[in-house]
């Protein structure tokens, strides 16, 4: 365990560490399967001895998703708007496509920001808005304020949950990925209620 942390110490310790973050996370943007969060939350737990630098380790996780949402952006933009257009006019599909289009113009900016803290939902979101064709200027705009965010909120888990286990980092950062996930199944578990009474509302 010791020469583990030792090791894990040696990486975050090294310029390298927020060159890894910028690419953990702008790929985790589109292929959630990448620990993106869980390696912001690791450096950010080490950083309460002051390497690596808290403020550089936010600022790389921002721009590494903000990056990654765009590249989704553009993947939607390219393949999917010419898969909607080529729909049917009648069809469930364009229907549903017209539909996606009108709750993002209506309410994009909050279904981007709240999407970036579900693994897989962001994804799905910034493709579905490239496919859509939402306004790339919008888009930019509210993903900045979602990608800052999200880098505060996993960076500050991570940095409170390692000044409570200050000497054993470890479960700091089991503690900080521990309510990153607990946080998100809580998010889900709403959305999915929610969503239950709206269709149950609807029905009746």
Not at 36 to 64: Q, R, Y
Not at 125 to 144: C, E, H, K, N, Q
Request: include cysteine.
């Amino acid at each position: 365990m010791d020469a583990a942390l030792d090791l894990l110490r040696q990486l975050v310790t090294s310029p390298w560490v927020y060159l890894l973050i910028f690419g953990l996370t702008a790929v985790d943007a589109f292929f959630p399967a990448v620990p993106g969060e869980a390696a912001v939350i690791t450096a950010a737990v080490l950083s309460t001895s002051g390497n690596p630098n808290l403020v550089a380790v936010i600022v790389t996780a921002a721009l590494g998703a903000c990056v990654g949402d765009h590249i989704s952006y553009a993947i939607g933009r390219g393949g999917g708007a010419n898969r909607l257009a080529r729909f049917p006019e009648d069809s469930r599909r364009r229907s549903g496509s017209e539909w996606a289009r009108r709750a993002l113009h209506r309410r994009g900016g909050l279904i981007l920001t709240t999407a970036r803290y579900i693994p897989g939902g962001r994804t799905a979101v910034t493709l579905t808005m490239g496919a859509v064709r939402y306004p790339l200027r919008s888009f930019l705009l509210f993903d900045v304020i979602a990608a800052v965010s999200w880098a505060l909120y996993s960076a500050l888990l991570g940095y409170f949950g390692g000044l409570a286990f200050e000497r054993d980092p470890i479960k700091g950062i089991l503690a900080g990925v521990g309510l990153s996930v607990a946080i998100t199944l809580l998010l889900e578990s709403a959305r999915w209620l929610r969503h239950r009474a709206h269709r149950s509302g609807a029905r009746h």
